[in-house]
C-alpha cells in the first residue's frame, strides 16, 4: 500500500527554521502533483505549498516568500522548508499526493513555534 510518512517537526522559536521531510513508499508512481497542508484545531485543513509535475509550484497567501516546497526527482521525498517561522504557523503539517483520481495522505507532523 502507499504511504507517506512525514517528519521534522518539532518547535522552534518565531523566526526560526525547519525542515519538513515526506516519505513515499509502496508505489513507484510519479504523482501529479504533491502538496503540503496544515490543519488546527476548529479550522478547516488548509493547502501550504504544492507542486506539480511540471515543476510549478504554488503556495499559499500566508507563507509566501517564507516556505519552500521541492521534491526529488522519483517523487520519493518531497520537502517544505519552513523559514522566519511565526506563532501563526503552528499547526500539524500532512503530506499530500495526487494520481489521476487518487489521493493519499500522511498522518502529520506537529509544528509548534513559540518563544
Known amino acids: 500500500q502507499v504511504r507517506l510518512v512525514e517528519s521534522g517537526g518539532g518547535m522552534v522559536e518565531p523566526g526560526g527554521s525547519l525542515r519538513l521531510s515526506c516519505v513515499v513508499s509502496?508505489?513507484?508512481?510519479?504523482?501529479?502533483?504533491m502538496a503540503w497542508y496544515r490543519e488546527v484545531p476548529g479550522k478547516e485543513r488548509e493547502l501550504v505549498a504544492n507542486?506539480?509535475?511540471?515543476?510549478?509550484?504554488n503556495y499559499g497567501d500566508s507563507v509566501k516568500g517564507r516556505f519552500t516546497i521541492s521534491r526529488d526527482s522519483l517523487w520519493l521525498t518531497l520537502w517544505l522548508q519552513m523559514n522566519n517561522l511565526k506563532s501563526e504557523d503552528t499547526a500539524v503539517y500532512y503530506c499530500?499526493?495526487?494520481?489521476?483520481?487518487?489521493?493519499?495522505w500522511g498522518q502529520g507532523t506537529q509544528v509548534t513555534v513559540s518563544s
Open positions: 507542486i506539480f509535475r511540471s515543476g510549478t509550484t
Open positions: 509502496g508505489t513507484s508512481f510519479i504523482f501529479d502533483y
Open positions: 499530500k499526493a495526487g494520481l489521476d483520481t487518487r489521493n493519499y
